[in-house]
């Protein structure tokens, strides 16, 4: 189906994060929820599925990727960072940054929760969208 | 009234939140204002009632809504999404994301309260508008 | 001058900013730099003077303004909506929005710092432009 | 290499960051990660290098700079304010603005760990594109 044609779909199809950094280590309260994660929130509100291709950015070295996501359609995908694991783990404790490209629109935000101090601090911000 | 003849309004009529998730407990300072919670600020400067529509994405199921809010001509309104309760409230501590639509030009502005822990953490960013 | 001849400015000339809430008190650490705030941060990169205007809406009356402020030409302007005065001081405690109207063009940037517990909280975004 | 040729290449050549502050002392954990600092994070995805100008705005006074950084092609530079020397360091504790001037696409974001409490707090957004 042609974005023409699906009156559902919003968003772009190329975005990118710039900021990117996943704190080493965790303390405070324990589980998956309050360990320290960032992530790429995809929304993909078209009715055909988001094939979705990552490539990571870093200072010193070549681009990683790509890392390949679905979002269903119709559905969101809270992705994070520190689950990629194919080609390669995302490094922890080191810069880099994110290149989103879909072959639907679809909507990104980036989120990071640091919790390697007793309280959590939280960021979020809506991606560049080209 | 047609937006052409509207100098007041601002924004746009569909917007996007890809992120979304309701900590599903609080901790700390006592009270609404202290509760966890996830925010869409919507602000109708225009002339004319906005009437919004607003869909709710999961990463596993259909989506849930519409949910129908109205910001009146030149107000603001700072909707929790755990306030939402018809067609069913938001599931607390689950991924989700959402679409708002308007009739009118809006702006949306997005907002969490993580109260899990004895110290608050805050996000926000604009939503994306297409 | 013109914008077209002014090759320094950046941004535009009617912004919003959804959100708004100034906590009501602050705890912790002592000084101004200390005190729970909201910020508007405006540059003005360009070669005039920029006069703004700001009205502020609520959810339940009509909206208050206008605010005057002045950004100078190559100058930036953290402005907190704590120290609003003129016609009314912004309330504390309650929800409300902006809408920034400039002459020339600038960017404007929000951010609260939240001091109402021990640890403060930080959000900001770059506000919606038209 | 221009634009047009160059399929990796995304964002903008003109940003702007209106908030800017450095806060003037850290507290808590030790080491440069839990420093307080302001960040922009530069990300070129093209396959020319980036040579970005910056400038910094002042609530009281004439700008500084131009502060000059590369950023090779398909890397990513997060760039500390704090790190910035010539012709000038960036005060602390003091209000800014900046605007990043590139002669290829580039993406920029703003991040802030503020650490003059036993607890960070964090905030980011991308910054305003022209």
Known sequence: MGDGEDAGAIGRRRWAI???????????KVGRAFESHETACLLNAGASDAHVRITIYFPDREPAGPYLVTV?????????????????PVPR??????????DVPIVVQHTRLD???????????VAFAE
Chains 1, 2, 3, 4 share one sequence.
């Open 18 to 28: 710039a900021e990117g950094y996943i704190p080493p280590f965790s303390s405070g």
């Open 72 to 88: 269903p359609a119709r559905r969101t995908l809270h992705l994070r960072f520190n689950d990629l694991a194919s080609p390669a």
């Open 93 to 102: 404790g080191a810069d880099y940054a994110s290149v989103l490209e879909s």
């Open 115 to 125: 919790a390697r101090q007793a309280e959590s601090a939280l960021l979020s911000t």
